[in-house]
Structure formats: structure tokens, C-alpha cells
């Protein structure tokens, strides 16, 4: 028998917490107090308060934690896998609450959150929700009393086991299928596209002419194949408004129901991700045949382990604490569409309330997986997805996942698809900078001993060496046994436990921190003195220090000991898996190609190119490539030291790896060309930049403009009469045209450091306003959790940097104003140098600058009825930077006055403006 919410319900206060006071409301009161923190925190010491989000509480407060009854913990739990901003007003607002106005209107509605949330579970009855609550309340949960009170469980839950958490237990299993036949080659044309979109669209959504022209454009990418080596590419321009998303979801669909094939659609950022996901409901109305015909395809590390989960709760006999984390994870795992812990259901900002070790810590971040030595191996997310995969039509993935996979050969198991459109393309540049590198870094080699060797000197780990991956396998194999072993001897070159210290104390350890050691050395030495940067340095390679080619030479012959016996067992596995093909199983066979997989890419990629850069340091590093040394900071201490190298034009292997291989590429974004003004020079940096000038076959160019009228729903303003490096003056230049806009404001930064003296000064005059004020690096919150906030509360502003920038969507009211701090410049590093000198000098350090100025104002409208303004913080914006903006928008140069009297007019209603403009010159006074 279930007891009413109210008897459930915790009797205890509530807290809402600002800059420099609280809401807080009594148990029981009817009305809030406002109080200073420094009694808020003398009160959290003798009463445990309701709460919305009890980390970033504490922080307001200056504490490292107190006990706290948080309401998105309790959310967490009755409502797993379910989307929700983590504040008052998100929670009201998932709770079907008109949010609150106000820090004292919001705590007096905490308690009936937490009373509708506690209604919920004793409506369900759910009794596997019953089993983790008990084993929660024996890890010492807050909540717990009160959730198990609502199921009518009143015993004191001593006595729970961690069975309650093996969620492993409930899941299904997935089932293997016949290979997929070859995907046919029959085309889509212009029409016939365009009819798809109609469909998409269906009566009741708006016909725009530019979409159907840019759905037919997309087509061509969806002909067959005339010659190996000479796909058929499109670069597609679309926009903001446009309907890309539809637009080429219109022929991909038809291609791939036709051709019994999958196209794959890879984006940039996660978001996007989602955005094609739900787009995709307007053909798969059925939840069921989507599951089957649309997937959403991401990297190992993205997922849930269950063998971690599962040694996680068999930990919990010795840390009962931690069944509180793995209590929420196991609620989530039993309710998520796929597993996936970044960017999918999982709420990003539960591993902020509870930690990320119990959290996103229990992702395959390492490629450590046994495949079908594990006992959850039918039940794994992971190979979930990929068999969906196989037998999908639509596969959304993500630039990263789709350039290492083809750098490797294959996605997985499964051979590279033939069509494939690449959205956000405007970062193809960027994603192939990262697939294609080479690292020999303190980190990355440290992260290949531990996938080689596991937890060491008895340390408490759940890193599973390549022994406990293989040794069945390969078990009575002597030449293979001998490689293991002269592997695991081999790895021992690689930097161990406390190697960032050592190098920090010049007591090196093993040929790597050798070398490695010379290289901070080198870097320190090299950089001007003035330099005292708190996020890195670096240094040419050349001329090295005394005894750093001798040290090369040792760490080049030390990885040759470690690649020829992981060569060696390669061959040896390959040879298993033929010679006694009729004896191994399916899934054995599949984990040895995995095994197979991941040596002969550490070994072959990984290993060999560290080998070929240490050779190279006596000698000049090839043409193609940029090699330098640097010391990896964050906030002035040391991350990472290592030797890196880049190709100076990236898409030379994204072309011969991914583009040319395939049938047909979309490549599209509503930034691919620059805007210098000249047609034919601003297509051939969109080819520069996907690599379409690699190929031996024209890229088709189509180009559609936006409907926006956006000479009439913006302004661009440069404000004149301040100096730029003075922190005070940019700091009261973001206040006042922040407090003008009312909120709804985006500022950026080019530095960390200017984001966070801007912040410290004027959160004190927002906060007084009534403005919430968020901002990267300072409110430990991750980037998604913060755009979703941003997203969600017009009133609120956003500080950010470049992740910022690329990653908002906020179309409405929300983001009304955009603030930059100054020209977003390149960064004059050693890799910029290389290729400013390979793509045009000063020409390239345009055409970047604008591609930025036209990614950030390209946030500023996102529908017909939006409006907003875009203000530059600096004098010294050049003209021939203006065509980062649509033709027909004017920049104005003015002074700071009149550009926050200009944002207040454009933004606000007459009367408004001026109430808004007489509150301003008030603030200002007092």
C-alpha cells in the first residue's frame, strides 16, 4: 500500500541561491526570506533544504558540498532518460508548472515539485524502482526514506543487496541478422526529390521554393558511380532558413529505400545530431519501424559498459556510497532509447551531481572491451547499435567517428558506406585536423600502456590489459603466447603511474619520459619570457636541445621492440581465425577481428607514426606535415608534454580515405564559401577547406540564399571609443548592453582569461537586474547544460568561447544579442604558421576571421521572426572583414552610448526602451 505524497514528503526548508543572496523559505512557511549567503550557510549547517542542483549551490555558496535534498536527483530517478533543464524553471516547466518568477516564487515551489515527483512513483509502483531505492537508502541516500515512503515502504533498508542494481538482468538482448546484400545504384532524381520533400512536409508546414531547389541540388550525389575513384560530390551552400536538414534527408531516403542501402549522415556537434533525429519522426511517425530504420551511430567511448557498471555495483559491497551514483545509472540504463551518456538521454548534468567516475567514467573510453568474452556481451549497448547499424537506412553519425573509422578501413566490421552526406561541412577542415594527426604525447602513451598492461602495482582500476583481452584466444598458440609476453615487456617503455611529475623533476623514467623530458625542457627554453601562459606552450623542433636526438634514437628503437611483437601477434590471430575457420563461432570470430582491429591500428598507426616522427627529427619533417613540441597547460599546470604533427592540408587524407571511396558525398552547410566578394574565389576556399580540389571529378556547386530579410531583422554594430585590452572598459561594455537587451544575450570571447574578468565584474549589476548570468569555465557546468539553460530562460545571458559559438541553436527571444570581445583573429601558433604560408599569408587569416564572424552572427537568426544584434567590442574591424555578413546588412561604427541606446530601440517596444533606458541610467548612478 502506497502512502499519500504528503506523508512522503520531507518536512524541510528551501533554498535558491544568487550572486549575494537567497530565497529561503522555512519548513512549512508560506513566505520566502531574502538572507546574505553567509547566513544561508550557517542554516544549510542545521537543515538539510530542498534544492535544484546541489553542486552548483554549493559553489555559490563557497562550500565544497552540504547535505541537501535535490530535486534533480529525485527527477533523476522517477523520471529516467527525460529531458530537463536543471534549474527551478526547467523542473517546473518538465513538471507541467508555470515556472516561477523570481529566487522567492521558486523556492516556495520546491516542495511541490518534489510532491508532484513523489505522486509519480506511488502511481507506478514500479517494484524495480522499489529494489534500487532500497539499496540507494543503504548507500545513505536523503531521498531515499521519502521515495520509499511513497511506495509504502516504511523498513529500514539495511538490508538491501546489490542485485537491486543489476539492471544488466533486465535489459533484452540483441539478435544477430544475415549479412545485408550490396546496396544497389539506382538514382534519385531532381523530381523525385523534390516530391520526397512534399511528402516531408505534408499539408500543413510551409513550401519554400529555395528548399525544393536546394532537395533537387542534393540529388546529384545520389547518381551512380562512373569510374572507382570519382564519387559524385556536391557542395551545398544553404542559408539559415533555408530547410537543409529536410531538404537532403528528402533524397537520402528515397535513395536508400530504393537501393536496399544505408546512407549515412555525419554532423559536427551533437546537436545536430538531434535535430536530424527528430526531423526524421515526419517519415517514421512509429516509434518502432524508426528504431529499425533510422540510428544514431557514435564511438565506443559514448556508451554504457555494462562490465564496467557491473564491477562498479560489485564494488559497492565495500563502498555502499556509491550505490547512490550507480542507483541513478541503473534507472537510466533501464529506460534509455540506446545507452548513449553524451548527447544522448542521459541528462549531462547528472555526472555533475554525483561525479563522472560513476557516471561517464563508466563508458568504454579506452578501447578495452572483450567483445563476446563478456558476459553482457548480448545485452551490450554498444554492439546494440552497431548491428542496428548494418540493417539501418539512415545512419547519423559525427565527423570524427566517420574519418578514424575510414582511416582504419571500415566501420567496424562493416565496409565504408557508398553515400554520405556531411552536414555542418563548414568543420570538415577541423575533424579531419584531429582524425588524421599523430600524438606522441605523455598522455597518449600512458593511455597505450594501460590498454596493453591494465591496472598496475595493485592499483584500484577497472583497466583490463590486452592479456585478460586475448590470453583464451590465443591459450596452447606458443608463438603467440611469446608475443604477448614480449608485448607486455615492451610496454613497460611507456610512461607509468606519477610520469607528469617525474618530468616535472627531471627524474625520468624509461626511454619515453627520456625523451620527453628533453622536450619540456626544450619548450620552456624556447619560449619568449613573456610568455607565462596558463594553456600551453610550444617550440619549433628544430635546433633541438643537447641530447635530444640521442633520446629519439632510444625511444625510436624502444617502440620498434613494442610494434614487431604486436605485428607478430596479428599475424598469429589472422592465422587462428583462417586455419580453423570451420571451429570458431561467430562471435568468437568477431572479437578476434576486433582484437585484430585494435592492435594493427595502435601498432600500424599509432606506434609507426611515432617512429617515423622520431626518425624525421634528424632529418627535415616531409613537406606535407608540421611537427612541434609544446607543454599542455590549464590554468598554469602542466597536462600533457609530447611532439605533435599535423598535415598541413588535412583533407589530403580525408579525400583519399573517406571521399573517394564512396559513391556520392553531400557536403553542405550555410557557411562553405567565404565572403570576400569574389564568386569564383569564395567556391574555391569551400573547396579548400572539404577537400573537393583533391578530386579528379568536379564538385557540383549549388548555392541557396537565406529567405531572412536580414538587413531589416539585424543590426551590426562596432563600437569605436573603447579600448579593447582594458578589462574594465569591455566589462561595463558588456553590462550595459546586456542590462539593454534585457537578457537574451551571448557573449563572446577570444581568451578564457578576459571571459572570466568580464564575468567577475559585472554578475553583481545582472543579478541585481534580475538577469541570470552563466558563463563557461566559471560555473562548472558543462557546455550543453548551459545552452540548454540559455535556451530555456529568456531573461538569462551566456559567456562563452569558440564551443559556444558552434554549438548554440537558440532560435526565439532567447538569444537576442551577440557580444564579441574583439576580431576573432587566428591564433598565430606554429600550425598556423605552416599553413598561412601554405593557403595564402594574410589572405587565409581573413578568410578563417570571417568564416567566424559568420558562424556567430549565423546564430543571431534562426527563424522568420526573430531579431537581434550583432556588437563588436573593436575599433580595428577591418572592412574587408564585412563580408562575414549577409549582403544588404549594414555595419555601423558608433560609440558605446549609441550602441546601447541602438540595442535597446531595436530590441525593445518604444515605451519599453525607454523604461528599460531610464532603469539603466539609474543602476548606473547608484
Known sequence: MTESPDAALPVAPSLVVGL?????????????????????????????????????????????????LDLLELYAFCRPATFCVPTPRGLAQALGFRPPEGREEAALLL????????????????????????SMGRGGWIWAPAVLAAFGDTAEPTHASPAALQVWERLGEWSEHAPEPPSGSLPVLPEEAEARLAELLGTTSERRPQQAEYAAAASHAFVPRERVGEPAVVLAEAGTGVGKTLGYLAPATLWAERNGGAVWVSTYTRNLQRQIDDELDRLHADPILKARRVVVRKGRENYLCLLNFAEAVDATRGRPADAIPLGLMARWAAASRDGDMVGGDFPAWLAQLVGRGRTLGLTDRRGECVYSACPHYHKCFIERSIRRARRAEIVIANHALVMVQAALGGMDDTALPTRMVFDEGHHVFEAADGAFAAHLSGQEAADLR??????????RSRARGLRRRVEDLVAGDAAAERALEDILIAAAALPGEGWLPRLAGGSPDGPIEAFLTLVRQQVHARSPERDQSNYGKEAAVWPPVDGLLEAAEALEAALGRLARPMRSLVERLKALRDDEAEEVDTATRMRIEAVIRGLARRAEGEVAGWQAMLRDLKRETPPEFV?????????????????????????????EAVVKPAHGVLVTSATLTDGAGDPDADWSAAEERTGARHLARPALRASL??????AAQTRVLVVTDLRKDDPDQVAAAYRALFLASGGGALGLFTAVSRLRQVHHRIAPAL??????????????????????????????????????????????????????????????????????????????????????????????????????????????????????????????RIGLADAVQATRDFLLPPRASAEQGQRDGERDEG
Do not use: N
Open 20 to 68: 549575494r543572496e537567497a530565497a529561503w523559505v522555512s519548513a512549512g512557511a508560506a513566505t520566502a526570506e531574502v538572507l546574505g549567503l553567509d547566513a544561508v550557510r550557517r542554516r544549510v549547517e542545521a537543515a538539510a533544504p530542498f534544492v535544484v542542483h546541489g553542486r552548483a549551490t554549493a559553489r555559490r555558496l563557497g562550500l565544497e558540498s552540504f547535505p541537501c
Open 111 to 134: 516542495p511541490e515539485l518534489a510532491r508532484r515527483l513523489l505522486s509519480e512513483l506511488a502511481e507506478e509502483g514500479d517494484a524495480d524502482a522499489r529494489a534500487v531505492a532500497r
Open 450 to 459: 594501460r590498454w596493453l598492461r591494465g591496472a598496475e602495482a595493485g592499483r
Open 627 to 655: 611537427d612541434w613540441l609544446a607543454v599542455e597547460r590549464f590554468e598554469g599546470h602542466d597536462l600533457d608534454v609530447g611532439m605533435y604533427r599535423h598535415w598541413i592540408d588535412p583533407t589530403v587524407p580525408f579525400a
Open 705 to 710: 540564399p537565406s529567405p531572412f530579410d536580414y
Open 767 to 892: 543579478d541585481a537586474a534580475g538577469l541570470p548570468l552563466y558563463a563557461q569555465h566559471v560555473d562548472g557546468l558543462d557546455t550543453t547544460t548551459l545552452v540548454d539553460i540559455f535556451r530555456a530562460e529568456e531573461e538569462s545571458c551566456l559567456l562563452g568561447t569558440d564551443a559556444v559559438r558552434d554549438g548554440v541553436d537558440v532560435p526565439g527571444r532567447s538569444l537576442r544579442l551577440i557580444v564579441f570581445d574583439r576580431v576573432p583573429w587566428p591564433r598565430p601558433d606554429i600550425l598556423h604558421k605552416a599553413r598561412r604560408a601554405a593557403f595564402g599569408a594574410a589572405a587565409y587569416d581573413e578568410r578563417l576571421t570571417r568564416f567566424r564572424l559568420r558562424q556567430a552572427f549565423g546564430r543571431l537568426v534562426r527563424r522568420a521572426d526573430d531579431h537581434g544584434v550583432f556588437v563588436l567590442l573593436d575599433r580595428a574591424f577591418p572592412s574587408r572583414l564585412h563580408g562575414a555578413f549577409p549582403p544588404g546588412v549594414t555595419v555601423e
